[in-house]
């Protein structure tokens, strides 16, 4: 048990199809974050929120829409995906505000989607 | 721009063999690096982390330095187990950034 849950694990999908993936933290934490993690690439930072505001939007496509109605709860929307979007997506969570500021991520296990 | 390099893999050992794990970084100012480690089917677990410079992290086992003059945290484990076989990222995070930047990973083989 990491505190931070993502479902579903596996996710199949036609390039036509709507989806969400959804992560939730209990650790209190303020910021949440997805990742994409292809083959062979490093990690590659999506989104992140702070206290559900969208602070960073890391030039990902239209295609992908974050929905972060409360701090605890992070969405993925997907929507008319391409084979190459097929990946492990990694939702992370930090606290970025008082006392315990590590700078450091607590991962939930991966969403794994995979584009037909 | 900011960026982390690491060493390509696989990296395949015998148990009880020493582990080193290159780590070079591009930043300004003073970041704060890490060692993350996934396990087979599961998501990225903190590992160990230094938040300046000739800080040394350590954890398990493992552990790493970090080297302002030579922009290196390398990982390195004296004894490495079976059980130590996973993906191993390199990250930092920026002064002022709110997020991390990880390498590409490198993947350990530890066989008995």
């Known amino acids: 048990e990491t505190g931070v849950t993502q479902t579903p694990r596996h996710l199949v999908m036609g390039m036509t199809n709507k989806k969400s993936l959804k992560c939730e933290q209990h650790?209190?934490?303020?910021?949440m974050y997805w990742y994409k993690q292809s083959a062979k690439k490093p990690l590659e930072l999506m989104f992140v929120y702070n206290f559900k505001e969208q602070t960073e939007n890391n030039s990902v496509p239209s295609r992908f829409s974050p929905e972060c109605p409360n701090s605890s709860h992070l969405f993925l929307h997907l929507h008319t995906l391409q084979p190459e979007d097929s990946a492990l997506y990694l939702c992370?969570?930090?606290?970025?505000?008082?006392?315990?500021?590590?700078?450091?991520?607590?991962f939930g296990e991966g969403s794994r989607l995979t584009v037909l | 721009g900011n960026s982390v390099t690491q060493m390509e893999g696989p990296v395949t050992l015998s148990e009880e063999a020493f582990l080193t794990i290159n780590c070079t970084y591009t930043a300004t100012g003073y970041p704060s690096l890490f060692w993350y480690v996934q396990y087979p089917g599961e998501g990225l677990q903190l590992l160990l982390k230094a938040t300046k410079a000739d800080d040394k992290g350590s954890n398990k086992g493992f552990e790493a330095t970090y080297r302002k003059e030579t922009t290196s945290f390398h990982l390195e484990k004296g004894s490495v187990q079976v059980s130590d076989s996973a993906v191993y990222f390199c990250?930092?995070?920026?002064?002022?950034?709110?997020?991390?930047?990880f390498g590409k990973g490198t993947t350990l083989s530890v066989s008995s």
């Open positions: 992370a969570s930090r606290v970025t505000s008082g006392g315990t500021n590590t700078g450091e991520l607590f």
């Open positions: 650790l209190g934490h303020n910021a």
């Open positions: 990250a930092l995070r920026s002064q002022a950034g709110t997020a991390l930047i």
